[in-house]
Structure formats: C-alpha cells, structure tokens
C-alpha cells in the first residue's frame, strides 16, 4: 500500500505561484511513477505532471514551461512548482503513485487550488 498525503494548496492571484508537496507512506524509489493530477468541476480527472522511477518527466502542453515536478528521495516527497498560473487552473489537484508493488493506482485526498482573475 501506498498512503499520500498533500498540501500546498490555496488561493492565489493570475501570474502567481504556487507549490504543492505529497509525502509518500514508503519509499518513492519502490514507485514506477509518481505524478500530479487536476480534477475541475465537471471535467475529468486530466495529468498535469509525472516522472519515472528513472527521473524522466512528462508534461501536457497546457502546463510545460510553467509547471515543474521533482522529487526528493530521502524524504519521499513529490512536488509540483507552479509559476505563471492562470485562472483555469483552478481545479483539486491529486497526488498519484503507480509502485511496482501492488501493481495499481494510489491517489491522495487532493488539495484544492484557486486562481482568481
């Protein structure tokens, strides 16, 4: 089992940042990949960030160059910088965990962001 736990979020004004951390119940080094993930009202759950077990990074269009999503090993902890936001970024943002072991999804409770315009 993987328990994740969130925080960071809050309201912040357009252009603003944003940081949001998830602490991992075990070690981040047994997680495939580990991720960030926004749900809006009425819309799907969309992927906003991931990175491998190996360090690789992935990013959807609408966040690249703004959003940026690191780790540290040490203390299992996965954070999501967020830089230049925008209104419609306000969404739950979820922590997401696929480990090696059991071999299905964890999600945290979510951490609500608002941008205001």
């Known amino acids: 089992q993987v328990q994740l736990v969130e925080s960071g979020g809050g309201l912040v004004q357009a252009g603003g940042s944003l940081s949001l951390s998830c602490v991992a119940s075990?070690?981040?080094?047994?997680?495939?990949?580990m991720g960030w993930y926004r749900q809006a009202p009425g819309k799907q759950r969309e992927l906003v960030a991931n990175?491998?077990?190996?360090?690789?990074?992935n990013y959807p269009d609408s966040v690249r160059g703004r959003f940026t999503v690191s780790r540290d090993k040490d203390k299992n902890v996965l954070y999501l910088q967020m830089n230049s936001l925008k209104p419609q970024a306000t969404a739950v943002y979820y922590c997401?965990?696929?480990?090696?072991?059991?071999?299905?999804?964890?999600w945290g409770q979510g951490t609500q962001v608002t941008v205001s315009s």
């Open positions: 997401h965990a696929r480990p090696r072991w059991p071999p299905r999804d964890f």
């Open positions: 075990r070690s981040i080094l047994s997680i495939l990949h």
């Open positions: 990175i491998t077990m190996s360090g690789d990074t």
